[in-house]
């Protein structure tokens, strides 16, 4: 490498004059400092070496850091310049008479030469700035998305440890939103059928099945136990002997179905949060007797963490919850009581494209209950024998599928939007109180600007909104 248009300008400036700074009065006539023109600063990568080449023949060389930079002359008009650690320092040429030829600023820096030809091979296409700072580097520039800002740090670090200044932004759309979707659908079956047979009279009394309650001996009305349905009585008299028979036949059916759909936007590798429900009290007790209150979240409930780690690939970290309150299966000491809660939820990490939609979570169960008791012996016999047995037949089914969809989205601004109590305005006193409005008339008072007036235009005379089959 040949310095000699550089070194060429230093000594020009150098024959254009030197400069006298006076330092003060007592010094004015015996000390004088010698200034002369620097040239461009030479710059010298670590452990590498540069040979620079005069125009005018020196006599004396000198570097101002040896632990920076090594110099040694190869001729009168030729140096051999080596760069040893970062930094900067100072050459110095001397003619013959030890005037002052030219200073010369070295630069000596860590070589990213072979850095940036990885960079370039490794992320093709991204516009990445690499500079050096000192002993480390400096890396500036715009990348299209995080997993690629992370790939060039890391590479970075192999050629500087611990040394690597990130100044590089992400571009593209950096914000996710997430639209999940419970469904859930139970389906419940039950049917019994039995018997109970009765017979009584002075001294005598029999009784079989699920008879009934209390103290009735058959000298009484039939009394039946509390929740029984769908039961029919017979009671007449043989002689002495009263016989009562009760039949039971029941048969339930249900089915509910529950939907959620939260949606919540996030920045990329910001948590967000949703809640929509409640909090429930649930007493606590302490160490020394007390009772303190907790208060336990349920309704609707999402936590997730987005990371955009391409230009469309979302990386995403999520909870999702459905709880409710379940007084079914409550806790009651005869003064206090407590409630379940019924609760489904999924915690999972999926990897998914821009508008792409994932299964994360699905249940099935199907639980089946059969029973059948009898009296012995009689219970076998033939038509009779219904009297003398029951059975009953119970079986509960239960489909749960927790669907993710992730959106890549950007803002608008905010008269863009709609929101769905545009058309809803107070009622006027007129319409309030001789005309029973509780809401202004929307086809008299329609909005004429703004998405409000392009809501009013849609026609929600039918059905809208969520139908439930």
Request: no cysteine.
């Amino acid at each position: 490498m040949t310095y000699r248009k550089i070194l060429g300008a230093a000594l020009l400036g150098a024959a254009l004059g030197i400069l006298p700074v006076f330092v003060g009065p007592s010094l004015a006539e015996t000390l004088r400092v010698v200034r002369s023109g620097t040239s461009s600063t030479l710059g010298v990568p670590m452990n590498r070496a540069v040979v620079v080449e005069s125009d005018v023949p020196f006599a004396e060389l000198s570097i101002a850091n040896p632990a920076i930079a090594d110099i040694s002359s190869l001729s009168d008009r030729t140096i051999y310049v080596l760069g040893k650690s970062p930094g900067m320092t100072t050459l110095t040429l001397l003619d013959a008479a030890g005037k002052l030829i030219t200073n010369v600023e070295v630069s000596v820096a860590p070589d990213i030469t072979e850095f940036k030809e990885r960079l370039r091979q490794i992320l093709p296409g991204e516009k990445i700035e690499v500079r050096t700072a000192n002993d480390g580097i400096v890396l500036s520039g715009t990348v299209s998305s995080i997993q690629k800002l992370d790939r060039a740090m890391e590479l970075a670090q192999r050629y500087s440890p611990e040394r690597v200044s990130n100044l590089m932004v992400v571009g593209g759309v950096q914000q996710v939103m997430l639209k999940v979707r419970f469904a859930e659908m139970q389906r419940s079956v039950s049917k019994s059928l039995s018997s109970s047979f009765a017979l009584g009279g002075e001294g005598v009394g029999v009784e079989t099945g699920t008879w009934l309650s209390g103290d009735n001996g058959l000298g009484n009305p039939i009394a039946t136990q509390e929740g029984t349905v769908g039961a029919m009585a017979f009671q007449f008299g043989v002689g002495a002997f009263e016989v009562g028979i009760l039949l039971e036949a029941l048969e339930n059916k249900g089915v509910v179905r529950t939907l959620a759909e939260p949606n919540l936007t996030a920045l990329s590798g910001q948590e967000a949060k949703f809640l929509a429900g409640g909090e429930y009290p649930v007493p606590v007790a302490q160490e020394n007797g007390a009772i303190t209150v907790e208060f336990k979240p349920f309704g609707v409930e999402l936590n997730f963490v987005p990371r955009v780690v391409d230009s469309d690939l979302i990386n995403l970290e999520m909870a999702a919850a459905v709880s409710s309150v379940d007084s079914t299966n409550s806790y009651s000491d005869g003064t206090l009581t407590i409630n379940a809660f019924k609760r489904r939820e999924t915690s999972t990490t999926v990897e998914l494209r821009d508008g792409e939609s994932f299964a994360i979570a699905g249940l099935l169960m199907d639980d089946f209950l059969d029973n059948n008791a009898q009296v012995p012996w009689l219970g076998d016999i033939p038509v009779l024998g219904a009297l003398f047995r029951s059975a009953d037949y119970q079986r509960n089914q239960s489909e749960l599928v927790i669907i993710v969809t992730a959106h890549l989205v950007t803002p608008t601004r905010g008269e863009a939007l709609a929101l769905p109590t545009d058309r809803v305005k107070p009622p006027t006193e007129q319409d309030l109180f001789l005309f029973g409005h509780v809401a202004d008339d929307a086809k008299r008072r329609k909005p004429k600007k703004g998405p409000a007036s392009e809501v009013a235009k849609q026609d929600f005379s039918g059905s809208y909104g969520y139908v439930m089959d």
